[in-house]
């Protein structure tokens, strides 16, 4: 595989995993009660979507004029996120965080498998920044869920 092809490869495969947080975080905005959280899943969901849309210039830019623009079927990713569904629907905030936690730690793996990959230094500085932001979101979460466990 050329390294074109192997970097659009790691970049849709990234667009995918931002795709199932977007979802994700969309469907906890709307099972909690709480303005502030419903802020926060939104911010984040907001978040993926403009990442997204970043790493899909990039594979524009590499020679793929159809870059990935969904979330995944199949994966741990897809499946934290239907959690949340069921999590949503009895409205528990502490479920609703531990799944949408579950789902950042398949993002930062994510993230961490795609910085392993030979990447062009303007390509790896983008996911870099990101990377660094998806960590603190995923972090934000889990102190919200520990939070939600104390109470």
Known sequence: MSQNKEIISTLNDLIETLKDG???????????DDTQLKSTFDQLS??????AGELQAEVVKLGEPDPEDSSSVTGAMHRTWINIKSAVTNRDRHAILAEAERGEDSAVAAY???LEKDLSAPIKD???RQQTEVKAGHDKIRALRDAAAQK
């Open 112 to 114: 961490k498998k795609a």
């Open 22 to 32: 977007q979802e994700g975080f969309k469907q906890s905005a709307s099972g909690v």
């Open 46 to 51: 907001l978040q993926r979507s403009k990442f």
């Open 126 to 128: 983008i996911v870099m």
